[in-house]
């Protein structure tokens, strides 16, 4: 395995590892219902979330490689960014055709910084450039109006809604649907905000 390791300004994006304080950072967003409000389920348990950083741990090890769960961090946490504190996830999953599809989630206390520009951004980069994807895709739930900025901001595309995406807490939500290709001139310029 080539560990990811991507930096950005102010944030660096690496593998979680299968520690207490990877698990209780990714605790610290998938346990929180409200940073979890727009994601396909419920707040998890620590222990889930242990299962959860031993199965990304596991999904790093596959050779050919076609899911990537990251920690993000920020740079200026640590003077070692693989001992760095996450403060959020991000997922990149190759499908069939050279593209991928993106996600992310941040833990409550850092929203509204402009992380999310940044961190689209660095996984945008990362797959257009070393993993050779040519299309992005992302969904995002049609109430969550910050992430539908982040992804516009970034010059993905509106492609349509998806009915009945996921089923949350309190039934089926729709989802739109966002792309950006690799020939798009959004892909080649850096993300600003978010």
Not at 52 to 70: C, G, I, N, S, T
Not at 106 to 132: I, M, S
């Amino acid at each position: 395995m080539v560990p990811v390791r991507l930096t950005g300004p102010r944030l660096a994006v690496r593998e979680f590892h299968h520690t207490p304080e990877d698990v209780a950072a990714l605790h610290a967003v998938f346990g929180d219902p409200e940073a979890t409000r727009y994601l396909p389920f419920a707040p998890r348990d620590l222990e889930t979330c242990a299962d959860q950083v031993a199965q990304f741990v596991e999904e790093a090890e596959k050779e050919p490689r076609d899911v990537y769960r990251l920690a993000v961090t920020l740079r200026a946490d640590a003077d070692d960014p693989a001992r760095a504190v996450p403060i959020g996830n991000a997922a990149l999953g190759l499908v069939p055709y050279r593209a991928a599809t993106i996600g992310y989630a941040l833990r409550r206390d850092v929203w509204g910084a402009g992380y999310a520009g940044e961190l689209l951004a660095l996984l945008r980069d990362f797959a257009f450039g070393p993993l050779g994807v040519h299309r992005l895709e992302a969904r995002v739930d049609i109430d969550n109006a910050a992430s539908i900025r982040v992804l516009e901001r970034a010059g993905f595309r509106l492609e349509g809604r998806v009915r009945h995406d996921y089923r949350g807490p309190d039934g089926w939500r729709d989802a739109r649907q966002y792309a950006l290709l690799a020939d798009d001139p959004a892909a080649g310029r850096a993300v600003q905000g978010g």
